[in-house]
């Protein structure tokens, strides 16, 4: 089974700052992937960053980067230069073949 | 990225009547696709797996009888909530993945489908 952990229930930024949104995973495969999705009020989930865990080098997506550390099994999404539309919850997942577990969010505010 | 179109977005219904959700992927096709369950501020709770033309897959905990899936298609994927009550409300959301090999095993998501159970 995999599980995922976000500790921050709750974080808040300044507009223009950047801010890291911590996960850690537990699996026991190999072979996975972990996933940054982003939810609005809207509640579409959208995806923000992927990363392979077979891959070393960290993902990027414009301002969205991450902090693969796979020995430790730690996968931290760092919003740069943040904005008004990045407010929202962000749920960090991992998965493996069909097997895609989220963890349980962090309600990110962004104040202008 | 892939579109996944999940029908309707909200429904109210009375208790004991059914009530079926739809998700279609608009432009590709998908073997599997996903049937999560969110309760207010909490996260996303994987409740099936859909595979086209054959049983879904349910996590435990799930009624299946209660929870029923169809996969007929290639495109769409449909959850049918029976006899619904008033803990069956919630939010429901739909995710396709890309066929194997494609897309780096990204599932793309429905816009979610609201519950209400009176």
């Known amino acids: 089974a995999q599980t995922v952990t976000q500790s921050q229930p709750e974080m808040s930024v300044q507009e223009a700052e950047t801010v890291t949104l911590s996960c850690t995973y537990d699996?026991?495969?190999?072979?996975?992937?972990l996933f940054w999705y982003k939810q609005p009020p809207s509640r579409q989930m959208i995806l923000v960053i992927r990363?392979?865990?077979?891959?070393?080098q960290n993902a990027t997506e414009n301002r969205f980067s991450v902090n693969f550390q796979k020995a430790a099994k730690s996968f931290s999404l760092k919003i740069s230069d943040s904005q008004l539309g990045d407010a929202a919850m962000y749920f960090c997942a991992v998965k493996n073949n069909n097997d895609m577990r989220f963890g349980a969010g962090t309600r990110l505010t962004v104040k202008p | 990225g892939a579109v996944v179109s999940q029908h309707p977005s909200w429904v109210i219904c009375k208790s004991g009547t059914s009530v079926k959700i739809e998700c279609r992927s608009l432009d590709f096709q998908a073997t599997t696709m996903f049937w999560y369950r969110q309760f207010p501020k909490q996260s996303l709770m994987l409740m099936a797996t859909s595979n086209e033309g054959s049983k879904a897959t349910y996590e435990q905990g799930v009624e299946k009888d209660k929870f029923l899936i169809n996969h007929a298609s290639l495109t769409l994927s449909t959850l049918t909530v029976t006899s619904a009550h008033p803990e069956d409300s919630s939010f429901y959301i739909c995710s396709a993945r890309l066929p194997q090999g494609g897309g780096g095993n990204i599932q793309y998501f429905g816009a979610g489908t609201r519950l209400s159970v009176l």
């Open positions: 990363q392979e865990a077979y891959k070393q």
């Open positions: 699996t026991s495969e190999s072979d996975y992937y």
